[in-house]
Antibody
Framework: QMQLHQSGPGLVKPSETLSLTCTVS??????????WGWIRQPPGKGLEWIGN???????YYNPSLNSRVTISVDTSKNQFSLKLSSVTAADTAVYYC??????????????WGQGTLVTVSS | DIQMTQSPSSLSASVGDRVKITCRAS??????LNWYQQKPGKAPKVLIY???SLQSGVPSRFSGSGSGTDFTLTISSLQPEDFATYYC???????????FGGGTKVEMK
């Protein structure tokens, strides 16, 4: 099973860009049966899917965040990254990276990063 | 987007109780439904995938059923370590358009 480790700042100023990186170990990010995703959870609330990326660079985003989100992959470093622009206090949340594994439509998030609390505040 | 509605949003139960949590999809998702358990301060952990398949290492007291729009997670005999929040998630839209239910918090009575 893959291990995922997140890195990035825990404090971002309003209107700036949130940036997080997820490093994959225990396997290759170029595995064909995997997608790589970001999920967030505002304090005391539920889970919200942000987006996924395939190792070849194809991306899929939550329509509610689509205009502000960019997910990218660096196969040479076995990493994928999240950028969320023009953040506001509403973007304060714990952000998780996760591996989405499976086949056809039988996919589930089977490994998760440790989570990063990102607070948007001046 | 497919909306996922869980009920109840919270419940109180005792050790040994049989607990059922339901999840309804806004349109048919066949059996493309996963269940996760989340404990405070921790990342979610998958329990059930494809509606009824038990993830490796998960105790057999957890089971899932349903297809189409209505799904159920059952804990046959609640254990102390099962007090947590449970989420359903549809994978019918994979790899995009994934959605989670709002969560069900299982608390000690």
């Amino acid at each position: 099973q893959m291990q995922l480790h997140q890195s990035g700042p825990g404090l971002v100023k309003p209107s700036e860009t949130l940036s997080l990186t997820c490093t994959v170990s225990g396997g290759s990010i170029s595995t064909t049966s995997y997608y790589w995703g970001w999920i967030r959870q505002p304090p005391g609330k539920g889970l919200e899917w942000i987006g996924n990326i395939y190792y070849r660079g194809t991306t899929y985003y939550n329509p509610s965040l689509n205009s502000r989100v960019t997910i990218s992959v660096d196969t040479s470093k076995n990493q994928f990254s999240l950028k969320l622009s023009s953040v506001t206090a509403a973007d304060t949340a714990v952000y998780y990276c996760a591996s989405l594994s499976g086949y056809y439509y039988v996919y589930h998030f089977d490994s998760w990063g440790q989570g990063t609390l990102v607070t948007v505040s001046s | 987007d497919i909306q996922m509605t869980q009920s109840p949003s919270s419940l109180s139960a005792s050790v040994g109780d049989r607990v059922k949590i339901t999840c309804r999809a806004s349109l048919s998702i066949s059996s493309y439904l996963n269940w996760y358990q989340q404990k405070p301060g921790k990342a979610p952990k998958v329990l059930i995938y494809a509606a009824s398949s038990l993830q490796s290492g998960v105790p057999s007291r957890f089971s899932g059923s349903g297809s189409g729009t209505d799904f159920t997670l059952t804990i046959s005999s609640l254990q102390p370590e099962d007090f947590a929040t449970y989420y359903c998630q549809q994978s019918h839209s994979t790899p995009g358009g994934l959605t989670f239910g709002g969560g069900t918090k299982v608390e000690m009575k």
